[in-house]
């Protein structure tokens, strides 16, 4: 519900240009992620469960990542994934408009940090699958 | 107040409406109250509120021209934004003052701040450096009036607009964005307006169109909004192009 | 939050951010599963048998049915992006009727 305005109109807007108003590079960033994304999502769908029908295992699995372009694929799909992810939960949280300058950079920072520990975890993973071609596991 | 009003001889039926109520003066709390209307056919929202003042039952409200002409009667019928005026009676209304703004009181809703962003945003066409355009005005080659100035500053689709509100200031709205694009049309204008609509919150639109359902002349601010960020945008690109092969950027927006 | 009637688009933004966040917490989710590779090929074969079965399958072909429009939503906002004078309503129902109709045509890759 509206309060009451105590300050002035000017600077209400001025605080408000801080924090929640939407600046052009995230526009686009979520816009080309989008778009990227959705290529490598159809990708990815396609070859993991429409090709291969779900007959998927770790060999399976391990042997497709060794090629060049599938290893593009899937670390690019972790990237852009959390990159979009993120950012559009960033969006959503802030379009409520109840958080404060403050408690909005500490959102920015907490995003980073899932993100990271996310593509980090995605990677060791990578690294797990690659690691083990020709072993029996 | 009964002088616009034709005495209701032989209504048809009597609705029951539940209008939302609050005095400043007397009351702390906003309460509902229900009447009871003779109705008869294509009666609307707004002689039901006349009937109840011809009853001294003194509702505040805002209205004019009754005729979808001066935008003063937007309020909240049913839940849906639209103006008083245009809006036919139906048997259990429920009528309530616009749901972003303060009540003043009953119906009537504080505009200030919106009368406050008519300055902000410089509602006329700016004309130092207007002499410097080079081909051919804009307006020459697009007649706008027939679409923009349609609009009657009514304010049903602030009230729509999931992403503007009284309080949040990051977006003004799109009647104000479809202002920006009457007057990036206007041939004197010199403002870059694509840019100030971006300044003044134009992305956080998020094309769900509301505005455009609600409007009761039928205008699209949304498509403006998004007409004004495309134009924003390829100024930006071929500033940026412009600057990569060293030439000056452009002049005209 | 009143009760009206809304035009289609709204409840296509309304999906798309709904789909939107769904579509997060399953990115972490599906990370999380996947950690099973960690632990070995043995103990990741194990959590696919796991999942192997008619229940997870339906959920897969839900995942599949917000993905499709989450991302087709997606580039018919681009496409408003890029031209503001395409009606947003065709658009929209086109997306509804492209999104029916890859979840219709994927129900034998996963049954």
């Not at chain 2, 307006?139 to 949040?168: F, G, K, M, N, W």
């Not at chain 3, 499709?68 to 580039?75: A, C, I, K, T």
Request: some cysteine; glycine content about 6%.
């Amino acid at each position: 519900m509206p309060a009451g305005q105590d300050i002035g109109f000017r600077e209400q807007y001025l605080r408000s240009l801080k924090t929640r108003s939407v600046g052009r590079w995230e526009w686009i960033a979520l816009r080309l992620t989008g778009v990227f994304l959705v290529v490598f999502v159809l990708a990815h769908l396609w070859f993991l469960h429409y090709a291969k029908a779900n007959h998927l295992s770790f060999q399976d699995i391990s042997a497709r990542l060794q090629g060049r372009r599938f290893q593009m694929l899937d670390l690019g799909l972790l990237v852009l994934a959390f990159a979009h992810g993120l950012a559009g939960v960033r969006r959503v949280i802030l379009d409520f408009g109840v958080l404060s300058l403050g408690a909005e950079k500490a959102l920015r920072w907490v995003l980073f940090v899932i993100g990271g520990v996310g593509v980090f975890l995605g990677y060791r993973i990578f690294e797990a699958f690659l690691g083990a071609w020709g072993r029996a596991g | 107040m009964s002088s616009y009003l034709q005495p209701i001889t032989k209504p048809e039926a009597t609705y029951t409406i539940h209008v939302k109520r609050f005095n400043p003066e007397s009351n702390a709390q906003a309460h509902w109250e229900t009447y009871r209307i003779p109705f008869v056919r294509t009666m609307t929202v707004i002689q039901a509120l006349e009937y109840l003042w011809d009853q001294n039952t003194y509702l505040a409200f805002r209205a004019n021209c009754r005729e979808m002409t001066c935008g003063s009667c937007a309020m909240l019928i049913n839940g849906a934004p639209g103006l008083a005026c245009m809006t036919l009676l139906q048997d259990g209304s429920r009528i309530e003052p616009l749901a972003n703004y303060s009540v003043l009181k009953d119906l009537i809703v504080d505009t200030s701040g919106i009368e406050r962003k008519y300055k902000e945003l410089e509602f006329w066409p700016k004309l130092e450096g207007a002499t410097k355009i080079s081909g051919v005005p804009r307006s020459v080659l697009h007649d706008y009036s027939h679409i923009y100035s349609r609009c009657i500053e009514c304010y049903v689709c602030l009230e729509a607009c999931p992403q503007s509100d009284a309080e949040t200031t990051q977006f003004d709205g799109p009647m104000f964005m479809l202002q920006i694009a009457r007057l990036s049309k206007h041939p004197l204008d010199a403002k870059n307006r694509p840019r100030q609509a971006i300044e003044r919150g134009a992305l956080s639109c998020v094309n769900c169109y509301e505005c455009a359902s609600v409007c009761p002349v039928g205008l699209s601010p949304a498509s403006e909004i998004g007409k004004l960020r495309r134009r924003a945008f390829t100024q930006d690109f071929r500033n940026f192009w412009r600057k990569l092969v060293g030439k000056e950027p452009a002049q005209t927006p | 939050m009143t009760n009206r009637n809304r035009n289609l688009g709204y409840y296509m933004w309304l999906a798309h951010r709904i789909t939107g966040i769904l579509l997060a917490v399953y990115l972490f989710a599906h990370i999380l599963t996947l950690s099973a590779a960690l632990r070995g090929a043995e103990a990741f074969n194990q959590t696919l048998r796991a999942f192997d079965n008619p229940v997870v399958r339906a959920f897969e072909l839900g995942l599949v049915a917000i993905v499709v429009f989450h991302m087709l939503n997606g580039l018919r906002l681009i496409a408003l992006d890029l031209f503001p004078s395409w009606s947003q309503e065709y658009l929209a129902f086109a997306v509804l009727l492209i999104s029916l109709g890859v979840i219709v045509i994927s129900v034998p890759f996963f049954f």
